[in-house]
């Protein structure tokens, strides 16, 4: 990769800007790995001011970019809040010809009138986290007294498309709801979602087992699900988007070896922010976490470090060189490296103490979407296989 001067990579840029407003959530989530989701604090105005500012000098940041409000429930925070920031970051952008565009996630149990104007005003992307439908959902997405979340958040999905608001739902697959892909099939079709993410329970941060991809049973149910659950969007001649089987025909039909970017193995190819002004790069998952081998994944404090102060700390930090290794040993071991461009840091290290390694819980899964696609090509009619594949989905992720 050649290098342009700024220590970065001449293809390189920033993707994603994820910035938490509140590591707080109103609901306790049993596989959640995020560490302080009982602190209330938030990012305040004047802090974000000297964030996005500094954030915007960088050379990573080129015309456009996606900011991510994560690493907490957004929505505990109200419209008003977000209105003052978008404000806020559109005067610092706009003189630099920085075009941001906003996106949620939310578990939509908040969702009011005045949330909906918002999010139309400001066109912003929204996913809804649900887990399918209530008796799946509420095993693990529960309130702190352990009442269940899915009512509310089933009226908060159905507030926004009431609106005619564009909603994706993520849900998490678990061992469980692996084992009814006919009964999340009639769910998700009927809930008036556009497309559906499938996330596995995985280890991560503070969610040190999971169930699912400690069984054996994993890989199997995963394929068996997948398989049968795009049958009946078939079948019944749905409309319903499937995040997984769009990406690996994007992946299949688009990439050759060399050419796909992973903005998680690069510095700065995705930045995390969190309320304090501290700073994480590569994977998301990693920001405010902290792990034996590593320590913290913090790089600095975009309030008092400048953009070469940070990037020296990451090109010389023990990650840097494990990530690299683990894309080389990806690149030799697995024949599906063209998909992913050497896979998540986050999942490696929380599942192999390392990210000079290879194969995780997460490859597996994307290497079954890649398998599933293509024996749909090889079985599946044209005429129907079109109407699984469209351009219309978009290219959503997986955080």
Known sequence: MGDDGTGVGWHQHTDLL???????????????????????????????????????????????????????????????????????????????????????????????????????????????????????????????????????????????LAQEIPVHMISVLTLTSLKHPDRMFEFYDHSGVHTVCFNIEEKEGENISSELVDSPQFIELYRS?????????????????????????????????????????????IIAVDIEGNLSTFSPELLGVSHPTYGSFNFGNILRDNYDTILSRVNESRLRGDIKAGVEKCRAECKYFMVCGGGAPANKIFENNTAASSETAYCRALQTDVDVVLGLIERIPPEVLKNLHTSETPDLRRF
């Open 18 to 160: 994820v910035i938490q407003p509140t590591p707080f959530c109103n609901i306790n989530c049993s596989y959640c790995y995020l560490p302080h989701r009982t602190v209330r604090k938030q990012l305040a105005l004047d802090v974000a001011e000297q964030i996005f500012t500094r954030l915007f000098a960088f050379p990573t940041i080129r015309d456009q970019v996606t900011v991510v409000w994560h690493a907490g429930e957004p929505m505990v925070l109200p419209p008003s809040y977000y209105e003052e920031m978008f404000l806020l970051i559109n005067r610092i952008a706009a003189p630099r010809g920085v075009e941001v565009r906003h996106s949620f996630q939310t578990n939509a149990t908040l969702v009011t009138h005045d949330w909906c104007s918002l999010i139309q005003k400001w066109h912003l992307n929204v996913g809804v986290s649900i887990d399918g439908p209530e008796e799946f959902h509420d095993l693990n997405r529960r309130y702190r007294n352990g009442a269940g979340s899915f009512a509310k958040a089933y009226a908060g999905l159905k507030k926004l």
């Open 225 to 269: 699900f997948l398989e049968r659950f795009i049958e009946l969007v078939a079948l019944r001649g749905s409309k319903l988007g499937v995040r997984e089987i769009e990406n690996a025909f994007r992946s299949i039909q688009g990439y050759r070896v060399g050419d796909h970017v992973n903005f998680q193995t690069e510095p700065f190819g």
